[in-house]
Each structure stands twice: as C-alpha cells, then as structure tokens.
C-alpha cells in the first residue's frame, strides 16, 4: 500500500495555523513512509470562498516549509484538486446513493426547520431535523418536484445500533446512530456539503490516512457510513489534539491571531513556527525540542502524537524563535533576515509619506514609526478611554470596529476609516473625542502618531486585527453575556444605549 495522506483548506478566510499544523503533520506522515501529500482545495462555499484566499493558502504553506506532491497549482494523477471543479463527480455518486436508499430528498423549508428548533428547544429535546421527509413514496416526491419545490439529498441515518471505529490516536471509539443526524449531502443548489464531497475525493484520490483535528471525531460515523453506503473501503482515520488558546478553548480567530500571516508578518522564521507547531502535538525521542522538518520526517512515529489538546503557549514560540535566531543566523545573515522582513526598500517606502512632515531631525523617525516594527505596544488604561467613557465600553467599542471590519474584510486606508465612522455612528460617540484617540491608542499604543488609517493598512490586517484583540484584554475582556448583548444590538445597528 502507498501511504497518501491530504489537507483541504477552504479558500474562505486567512489562512490559519491550525492549517499548517496539520499539515506537518500529515506531510511527515506521508513522507517517512515513502508516501504522497496532497493539496486540496474544499471550495464549495460560494458566498466565502474567494481566489486571493486560494492564493494564501499556496504562499502561506509554502513560507511554513511546506510542499506538496499533487495540488491545483502544480497538478496529479487523480485531479481536478479543487472541488468547485469536481460537481459533474458529486451528481454522479449522489444519484448512487438515491439509487440505493442510502440517501433521500428532503423538502423541509427554512420555516419548518426554524420551527423544529424551537420545538427542540421548548422540550428540551435535541436540536436538529425530525426526520419527517424521510420515507415520502416516489409518488410524493415525483409530485413535488413537478411543482418546483426545492430540495436538499440527506443521508439516511440508522436509527438504533452503534457505529464502532479504530481511531489510530484515541483507540476505539463508539457512537450511537441515534447521536447522529441525517446529514445534508447535497445543498438545493446542487452544491455538496463538506462531508459529502470529502468522502467522494478522498476515496477517489485514494487517500490512506485521514488525520486531521479532534473537532471532526464527530462527524467521523457520518463519513464511516457514506463509505459503506458505496461499499469503500474506509481510510485509517487519525484525529490529532487540537489547539488551544490560553483560556483552554480551542484557538479562534476570535480571541488570538491565527493567521499564519501574523507570525511571517511579525518576524518569526518559519522553521521556527513549523517546529513549534509540531511540539504542540508530537514528541520527539528523548523528549527533543529542537529539530527540523526533516528531522521530523525521518524519526517520525504516529504512536507519539499526543492525545489531549496543547496550549498555543507564545513565551515557548518566543524562546524557541530565539534560538533559532542564535543557532541559525550571523550578525551579517542577522542584518539580511531583517532586511527581508522589513527593513527593505519596498516596505520603507510606505513609511516616507506619513513621516514626511512629521519629524525634526531622522533621529525622531524610530519614535514616530517604531510601532510597524515591534510586537507589543505600550498600552493605558487612560489613553484607552478617552472622553471619560468606561473600560466596557472602549472595548465594546474596539469589538464591535473588528465585527465591522470583518464584513467586508477590507482593511484600506478607506475601508478603516469608513468603518470608524459607522462605529461613531453605531454607539453615538463623537469620531474626533473618542474612536480616533481610541484606535491610535489600541494601535499604536500612544496619543498621537503618523496619519492613523494609512498607518493601519500599512500595519497589515493581522497585525491590526491582533492589536485590537490586544487592547480588549488589556480592558478587562467583555463576558460572553457582553458579548451576546453588543452582537444583539450590533446586529439591530444601535448600540447607544450600552453608553448608558
């Protein structure tokens, strides 16, 4: 058997660390086995999925060491590698599963699927669909879809009995059917969901090894069972620990910078990162901490991937970065590393207009600058609440301009302040006395600095992002019940009355 093994990014947002971690991973696996490691792309989401992202994902992976065997980008034997590529595919194996009764039509409209959630939620029942399209004659269906009513495909579920499987790290793993939904296949504009095109790409490309997150062990008797409806023979499925943030959840966007473009962006060496990554879930032999990928490949044994999740501890990626600064640099390769980074012509050149007429002597250029290149500001709790407004609201405030940002995901100079006056607009605050003050502090971590907006598309999305969540915390954080009450009101367009 030749060992393959995969990663399947969505091309929906940037590119994530938990991405390259699992990467290595499978990389290593694949390799020290004398196998293949394939790059797909799972970019059937038409609202999110967008070509700059597919792009991000390519120099992302690529600047985290890692190559891949067959892709989109450089091709294979078992193409096309994106799935948006592939529906004639899916249509052909879900009429499969119809012929079979594996699967079925379901007609539940968006009322009646709202309306069986809040029954579920009245009872104290399960939330989920109740099944009632399930067993409809052909007649009905046949008479439905001649009056255009619009359908999705769901997997037909048992209803009693267990679904047993071997899971290379956790061991055996059981799941009563009664646990498991019936799973849309296939959306009503005949778009497969993930756990329908997964399973067909995976089988087709002959993927050996599915090894990816902890998250997806509940989603595994869904894919275990579409296996046996097409009479497959199921991979050897692997479900590493995941990441975790400080606060013992797993890493979000949400609460940490994730992007794999923070830490390139930020002057970390990617060796660094890579190796970093790998102690999160695996242990070396004789408890090593400082090895290279291709040490990794080389000494690489699955039985010494971890079982329980592993805090994304930055002091460690800071230690471990350092060393290899001292242990792979000279002060001459030092001075180049940095030139990449940011030190060179390009990046320069888009400080020169916003200090241009901002300093006395070149002396005063570091004092005005020296936030695009350090990673953590000076911050104040007077300078953070201007105007005499409280700590929750100044990080309501910064909360909601992240919200507002992410609609678009736009951080222009134009896009930044627009959004800075739909936020003054949002909480009925003045601009001048309390977002712009607020934004250079948060950002910036003084009072007064270069041209604010131009500074933050400079800065970089991550970067900026990463300063925002940075100075929520520094205020004390906002509670989930917080939370839920500025969404609510975020989502209604006013928020003036938390100023109250």
């Known amino acids: ?14 590119p994530h660390v938990g ?5 290595i991973l499978n990389l290593a696996y694949a390799h020290h086995f004398g196998g293949q490691f394939i790059l797909r792309i799972e970019d059937t989401d038409k609202t999110r999925s967008r070509p700059e992202y597919e792009k991000n994902i390519f120099e992302a992976l690529k600047w985290g060491l890692i190559h891949w065997d067959e892709g989109p980008d450089i091709g294979g034997n078992f193409g096309p590698y994106r799935q948006s590529e592939r529906l004639d595919i899916y249509q052909k194996h879900i009429q499969i599963l119809l012929e079979k009764e594996k699967a079925y039509k379901c007609f539940a409209t968006p009322e009646e699927l709202r309306e069986m959630r809040e029954v579920a939620q009245k009872t104290g029942q399960k939330v989920g669909y109740d099944r009632r ?5 052909k007649e009905e269906i046949k008479k439905r879809e001649q009056e255009g009513q619009p359908y999705v495909i769901r997997l037909k579920v048992p209803l009693t009995g267990m679904c047993t499987f071997e899971d290379g790290i956790k061991g055996t793993i059981t799941t009563p059917w009664a646990d498991v939904d019936d799973q849309v296949l296939m959306k009503s504009d005949g778009y497969p969901t993930y756990h329908f095109a997964n399973v067909v790409d995976d089988h087709l490309m002959q993927i050996t090894h599915v090894i990816r997150g902890d998250e997806w062990i509940s989603s595994t008797p869904k894919h275990i069972l579409l296996y046996e409806s097409f009479g497959w023979e199921k991979p050897s499925f692997l479900h590493i620990p995941l990441l975790l943030g400080k606060d013992g959840k797993k890493l979000s966007k949400r609460r940490n910078p994730t992007s794999i473009f923070f830490y390139k962006d930020s002057g970390y060496l990617p060796q660094a990162l890579a190796n970093f990554l790998t102690l999160m879930g695996y242990s070396m032999t004789g408890e090593k901490e400082i090895y290279s ?61 916003l200090a241009h007429t901002r300093i006395k002597t070149f002396g005063d250029f570091f004092d005005l600058c ?48 627009k959004a800075s006056h739909d936020l003054a607009e949002l909480f009925k605050v003045p601009h001048k006395k309390v977002v712009i003050p607020l934004l250079y502090e948060a950002i910036m971590g003084k009072q007064f600095g270069p041209p604010l907006f131009a500074s933050i598309e400079i800065l970089g999305k991550e970067r900026a992002r990463a300063r925002l969540l ?20 975020f989502t209604k367009g006013d928020c003036s009355l938390l100023n109250h």
């Open 470 to 489: 940075q100075a929520i915390e520094f205020l004390g954080g906002l509670s989930k019940k917080k939370l839920d009450l500025l969404n609510k009101n």
């Open 19 to 23: 991405t390259l971690y699992t990467a």
């Open 1 to 14: 058997m030749v060992v393959r093994t995969r990663i399947a990014p969505s091309p929906t947002g940037d």
């Open 370 to 417: 020296n936030f695009f290149f350090i990673n953590t500001i000076p911050l104040s709790t007077e300078l953070l609440t201007p105007h005499n407004i409280t700590p929750e609201i100044s990080a309501s405030l910064l909360q909601t301009m992240l919200w507002i940002m992410e609609k678009t995901d736009i951080w222009s100079q134009d896009a930044v302040e």
């Open 133 to 137: 399209y399930r067993n409809l004659s």
């Open 293 to 353: 990928l291709q040490e990794l490949i080389q000494n690489f044994d699955p039985q010494r991937i971890g079982k329980s999740g592993a805090f994304f501890d930055i002091q460690k990626l800071n230690w471990l970065n350092q060393k290899y600064i001292i242990e792979t640099t000279t002060p001459s390769t030092l001075l180049e590393h940095l030139k990449r980074w940011q030190f060179n012509d390009i990046f320069m050149e888009k400080l020169m207009p």
